[in-house]
Structures are given as C-alpha cells and as structure tokens.
C-alpha cells in the first residue's frame, strides 16, 4: 500500500508541476512580459521556457512512470472511465508538448539566436497556442484525477 500512495503522489506532483508552470506562463509571465521590447521579452520567454521545459520533460517520464506503475499494480480493468480520459488527455498533452519541442521551440531558439525578432515572435506565439491548449486538457485531466472516482 506505501508504494501505491508513493507512486500516486509523485503522479500528483508532475502533474502539479506541468500544469502549474504552464498557468504560470500563460497568466502572469507572458502579461507580465509584454511591457518589454520585443529583444529583451523575446529572450527573456526563451530563458524561462528553456528551464521550464527541461522540468516538463521530467514530469512527462514521471507521468508515465508512476502512471503506469499505478495501473500495473492494480490491473488496467480495475479503474474507472476517468482514468482512461486521463490517459488519452495525458498522451495528447505528451504528443503536443513533443511537436511544440521539436517544431516552434527549435524555430523560436534559431530565430533569437540570430535576432529575428518578428520571425521570434511567430513562434513564441505558436508556442502560447500549444500551451493554451495543454492548459485546458491539464487542467481537466487534473479535475478528473481529483474527482473523478466520485463522478
């Protein structure tokens, strides 16, 4: 029973930590940000992003881990229809969180490397559409995971 409470809320806290430092960034450092001209905001996005996303990449194998741990431990069949809405949210998030690193992050990296700050700021923008995205299905998966056994 120990493991199965360690694993769950090592599950709760990556989850906490993506979609927490995603409500972050989206609601108080991009508004926050705006007030700058566009170099030092552009490269400003681009520090914090790059420590941020490193985090997320832990949070993902994290999820995946103790995520499955969780079902392994007690059987697939075992758990409710939430569980298995979270899994797919979860594998969206994962698969857009990948896209959103291999495409504009790369791009947005290039871009304020070589100081094209309109071509920066498409991707930065790209790059908020993703979050935004990733926001709402994190914030459900995490509804669903609070509640959901009582649904």
């Known amino acids: 029973m120990a493991t199965m409470g360690t ?15 995603m409500a972050f960034a989206h609601f108080c450092l991009r508004p926050a940000a705006r007030s700058f001209d566009p170099p030092v905001r552009l490269r400003l996005m681009t520090s914090v992003l790059d420590r941020f996303f490193r985090f997320v990449w832990g949070a993902i194998a994290l999820l995946l881990l103790t995520g499955y741990g969780i ?9 409710g229809l ?9 594998i969206v998030m994962m698969l ?13 990296q290039r871009a304020v490397g070589d100081a094209d700050w ?7 923008d790209q790059i908020r559409q993703i979050v935004a995205i990733n926001l709402m299905l994190g914030t459900a998966t995490v509804l669903l995971g609070a509640g959901g056994r009582w649904l």
């Open 118 to 124: 309109p071509a920066a700021a498409r991707q930065l």
């Open 96 to 108: 857009l969180f990948a896209h959103l690193w291999f495409a504009p992050w790369r791009r947005l």
């Open 71 to 79: 079902l392994a431990m007690r059987g697939f069949d075992t758990f």
């Open 82 to 90: 939430y569980v298995h809405l979270m899994q797919a949210a979860g």
């Open 7 to 21: 694993l769950v809320a090592l599950h709760a806290l990556a989850a906490a930590i993506w979609v927490g430092g």
